[in-house]
């Protein structure tokens, strides 16, 4: 592959953590990138989420090795001094407080280590030791190394002011113009026509109108939480916590995410001193609100494992909404008709964690090279809407 | 049986609620301090002496009172409005045990008055340093001004209006700091005429202030504090370009009032419950504004509930009169010399305390080509994300980034501050306690 081979100019719709990613490798590699946003920077799930940089909650196969990826590619760009002070290493203790729990986990830890992840098993005196903010009722504990936290909004900010890409702020994207060759030429906006020579879709839930699929991706509402400062109970936490529950809400496991509101429990210490919790899944609700009982029940459930959490006040709580792929996988690479049509799109509650490594594996692939990631298991091309042209 | 419920006990809450009243309909008032009154009618907690009041402010309070006198309405003091969450279920703790209660209401009548606004000068944060209406707030409710010198500064008719409660109170401030220069537009003043009462109590404010005779420094401004041994020490720049410095045991500072928008929801007359505002919450106008408001407000959640079309206008002419009044009052308080622009605030000047960002904060934020929203700021710099919910800061920190980028279009407050839920921080405890949608009475609209 030689440089004359790269695209003149590209241009992303979509600026979550996923695009702002593509642009600053795409920008690395000296590439002329616009993106364009129908808000801003990080307006939709990547400014509401949690920032788990996790394996702990991935299940064996395409979406663990996507994650271990992902997680050392944070610590490269750590290293590197990119996202100094903005990746924060740290375990995750999954915990178990039932029969079905503990049962859960054992699984999942098994899992785990067969894929190289580094889990230490915690029965109930260890785990009062090495987590003595935990309440009696955690039966046992699975420390999850090498994961780490990364706050969504301020990756982007850190990516897009590195690269020096241009933001569109407030502009949105129509419909992909195509032209005669069979290939896009550019994207219809509300303020006119942006054209480029290569074009990827990184609309998180703005995705699936603009490439006309029907069926395949649906908005996953979650509920989010934040605490004020509480340093010292803070401090006494080596790690972030996911209930044995989450594993089952999220899908982790055989079957896919419970129904309903679908609570999994995360407690998340900040480098703040404040606190994150969360959360809910919710396919009915794609409105970015709160409610009272949503929230009374996560904070319930964090106090019964964290009892010192009852003495921290709410500060305020949000909502973001998650992209979800039917098949519980990522829609990422070229599109199917068209050659210079690129989509990264549909991570769930996985985007924090990949948007860099798949951002990384789109520029490249924008770039005509094979990318290092193993992008196969997330093409487009596995479902059929996805043949027709955008 | 519709449930109204009025957040907030001052001229606005009282007049929606004694509106309602005399339409049949039940309401439950809300306030989160001890004693109704709002900002200027505060009552004195326990068995303070209330402060004195001019006859015409006496009697105005007390038809609103004589308004709610009635079982229609329902009174809670010491209750703190949370907000209203996605589901219209709306979120309340008590002052006195802490408990929160969750409620349904059909109609919410938002009334819970202005925000200050306070021009940040370097050491503006310092312990010592509060707003005037603060220092309003504990005069009212222990009937004793605060004790020792203290400064007044800022802009508007607020500053002589709570020195004269002041002087009444037994410690008149030690000096009175005023941007504009009111004594200096006769013609401006000669169109207060038209608002009889209004001219009345500014008068009288001014007389009291005049006749003390506390330096009451016009066309001046106060440019910096610094903390000296137990005191404080402002720098004042006076009309005639001189600087002084002023030692003071604490300064409350006042650059006007404006709407209060800070994480409230947004009004709606519409979905359950409706939700109007009223007062200076909706538009900052002073007393006479709010009563009228408080009764436009209260008759169009009585139209709204009985699905019958409300006649408004009538409100709206007192309204708009006020909107007159205060714009005439603006011209006579305009500040009469060039403020320090806020892009010269040295860098490690405050700008949000709750999360200590400063100025520099701010300025090293904008460095990027690009235009950040008030969001990026807001979540990048954590300007706005704080306990007071941006309160204090959004408008500084909205006001400097449309001075240091002029070619981008200013943020709004609401890019900043966003909605908020809960509007105020609340104990975890206290909200896994809460019982779950209670309804707030058994009162009975009585068509
Ligand atoms: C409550 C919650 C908790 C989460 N916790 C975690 C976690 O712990 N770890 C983790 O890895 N992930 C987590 N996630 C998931 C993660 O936030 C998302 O997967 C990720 O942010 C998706 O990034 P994105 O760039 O694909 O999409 P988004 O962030 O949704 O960005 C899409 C962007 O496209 C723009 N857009 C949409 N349509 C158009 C259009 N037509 N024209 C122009 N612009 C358009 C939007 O304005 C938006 O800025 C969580 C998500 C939620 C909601
Ligand atoms: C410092 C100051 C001094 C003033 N002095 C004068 C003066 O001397 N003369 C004059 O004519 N006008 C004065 N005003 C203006 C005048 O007070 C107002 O125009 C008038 O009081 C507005 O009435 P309101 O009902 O809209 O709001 P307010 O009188 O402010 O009443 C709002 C009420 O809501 C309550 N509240 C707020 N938030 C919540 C919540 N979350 N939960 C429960 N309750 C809540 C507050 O405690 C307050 O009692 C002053 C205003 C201020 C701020």
């Given at each position: 592959m030689t440089r004359t081979e790269l695209p003149s100019s590209v241009l992303i719709?979509?600026?979550?953590?996923?695009?702002?990613?593509?642009?600053?490798?795409?920008?690395?590699?000296?590439?002329?990138?616009?993106?364009?946003?129908?808000?801003?920077?990080?307006?939709?799930?990547?400014?509401a989420a949690d920032g788990a940089v996790s394996v702990a909650s991935k299940r064996p196969g395409p979406m663990m090795v996507a994650a271990l990826s992902g997680v050392a590619l944070y610590r490269q760009l750590l290293a590197e001094g990119v996202l100094a002070d903005l990746f924060t290493p740290r375990s995750t203790f999954i915990i178990a407080a039932s029969d079905e729990e503990c049962t859960v986990l054992e699984a999942h830890g098994a899992a785990l280590s067969g894929e190289g992840v580094t889990v230490e098993t915690l029965g109930r005196t260890a785990l009062a030791q090495r987590f003595p903010a935990l309440s009696p009722?955690?039966?046992?504990?699975?420390?999850?190394?090498?994961d780490g936290h990364a706050i969504g909004y301020r990756i982007v900010n850190r990516l897009l002011s590195t690269s020096g890409v241009t933001v569109r702020r407030g502009v949105a994207?129509?419909?992909l113009i195509e032209a005669a060759n069979g290939r896009i030429a550019g994207i219809a906006t509300d303020k006119g026509e942006f054209r480029a020579d290569a074009v990827v879709i990184a609309a998180g839930n703005g995705a699936a109108s603009l490439l006309r699929l029907d069926g395949v991706m649906k908005p996953r509402k979650g509920q989010l939480l934040v605490t004020e400062r509480a340093p010292a109970l803070n401090a006494s936490m080596p790690g972030s916590i996911m209930s044995g529950r989450y594993l089952l809400s999220k899908g982790s496991q055989k079957g896919g995410p419970a129904s309903g509101r679908g609570y999994g429990l995360v407690?998340?210490?900040?480098?703040?001193?404040?606190?994150?919790?969360?959360?809910?899944?919710?396919?009915?609700?794609a409105r970015q609100t709160n409610d009272f009982d949503a929230v009374k029940h996560i904070l319930a459930d964090a106090v019964a494992l964290v009892p010192g959490l009852a003495d921290v006040r709410l500060l305020r709580a949000f909502a973001g909404v998650r992209t979800a792929v039917v098949d519980s996988l990522p829609l990422v690479g070229r599109w199917p008709v068209h050659d210079n049509l690129f989509v990264a799109a549909g991570f769930e509650g996985d985007g924090i964690c990949l948007g860099p490594v798949m951002g990384q594996a789109i520029a490249a692939l924008v770039c005509g090279e094979q990318p290092t990631l193993d992008l196969s298991p997330f093409t487009p091309s596995r479902f059929s809407a996805c043949e027709v042209a955008a | 049986m519709a449930e109204v419920i009025i957040i907030g006990g001052g001229p606005a809450g009282l007049s929606a609620a004694g509106t309602l009243a005399k339409a049949g309909i039940a309401s439950t008032l809300l306030e989160q301090r001890a004693t109704l009154g709002g900002a200027i009618h505060r009552q004195p907690v326990g068995s303070a002496k209330p402060v004195s009041v001019s006859t015409a402010a006496r009697h105005r309070f007390e038809r609103l009172m004589q308004g709610i006198a009635t079982p229609l309405v329902r009174l809670r003091v010491s209750t703190t409005f949370l907000g209203i969450d996605g589901d219209g279920c709306m979120?309340?703790?008590?002052?006195?045990?802490?408990?929160?209660?969750?409620?349904?209401?059909?109609?919410?009548?938002?009334?819970?008055g202005a925000v200050e606004k306070i021009r940040p000068v370097p050491g503006w944060d310092l312990p010592g340093v509060s707003t005037a209406g603060g220092l309003q707030v504990m005069l009212k409710e222990t009937s004793t001004p605060p004790k020792g010198r203290i400064l007044l500064a800022g802009n508007g008719p607020l500053l002589i209006a709570l020195a004269a409660q002041m002087i009444r109170a037994g410690n008149p401030p030690l000096m009175i700091v005023e941007a504009g220069n009111p004594l200096a537009h006769p013609v401006a003043a000669f169109g207060l005429l038209a608002h009889t009462t209004l001219l009345r109590e500014a008068t009288g404010y001014t007389l009291d202030v005049l006749r003390s005779g506390i330096p009451w420094k016009r066309g001046a401004?106060?440019?910096g504090i610094t903390a000296r041994?137990?005191?404080?020490?402002?720098?004042?720049?006076?009309?005639?370009?001189?600087?002084?410095?002023?030692?003071?045991?604490?300064?409350?500072?006042?650059?006007?009032?404006?709407?209060?928008?800070?994480?409230?929801?947004?009004?709606?007359?519409?979905?359950?419950?409706?939700?109007?505002?009223?007062?200076?919450?909706?538009?900052?106008?002073?007393?006479?504004a709010a009563v009228a408001d408080g009764e436009r407000a209260g008759s169009e959640a009585a139209s709204l509930l009985r699905g019958n079309k409300a006649a408004l206008t009538r409100f709206e002419r007192r309204i708009d009169r006020q909107v007159a009044a205060q714009r005439l009052l603006a011209h006579i308080f305009a500040p009469a010399l060039p403020l320090p622009p806020l892009s010269a605030l040295p860098d490690d000047c405050t700008l949000c305390r709750c999360e200590g960002r400063t100025v520099g904060d701010l300025k090293a934020l904008l460095t990027v080509k690009d235009g950040l929203s008030g969001r990026e700021v807001k979540h990048n710099g954590r300007f706005a994300m704080g306990s007071c919910q941006g309160r204090f800061c959004a408008a500084n920190t909205a006001a400097l980034m449309a001075a240091l980028r002029p070619d981008v279009p200013a943020p709004t407050l609401r890019d900043l501050t966003g909605q908020r839920w809960p509007v105020r921080p609340v104990s975890i405890a206290a909200l896994i306690g809460a019982a779950s949608n209670e309804t707030t009475n058994d009162h009975e609209v009585r068509s």
């Open positions: 719709a979509g600026c979550g953590i996923v695009g702002a990613a593509t642009a600053f490798f795409l920008a690395r590699r000296g590439v002329d990138v616009t993106i364009i946003d129908r808000e801003g920077p990080a307006a939709a799930a990547t400014g009722s955690a039966r046992m504990g699975a420390e999850v190394k090498g994207a129509k419909h407690v998340d210490p900040l480098v703040t001193g404040q606190f994150l919790i969360g959360g809910t899944r919710e396919d009915s609700d | 979120l309340t703790e008590s002052r006195t045990d802490g408990t929160v209660a969750a409620l349904k209401a059909d109609a919410v009548i938002l009334a819970t401004c106060l440019t041994d137990d005191a404080l020490e402002a720098t004042i720049l006076h009309a005639d370009g001189r600087t002084e410095i002023v030692a003071a045991d604490r300064i409350a500072l006042h650059d006007g009032i404006r709407e209060n928008d800070i994480g409230l929801p947004a009004a709606r007359n519409n979905g359950k419950p409706i939700i109007l505002k009223a007062g200076d919450c909706r538009q900052a106008l002073g007393v006479f």
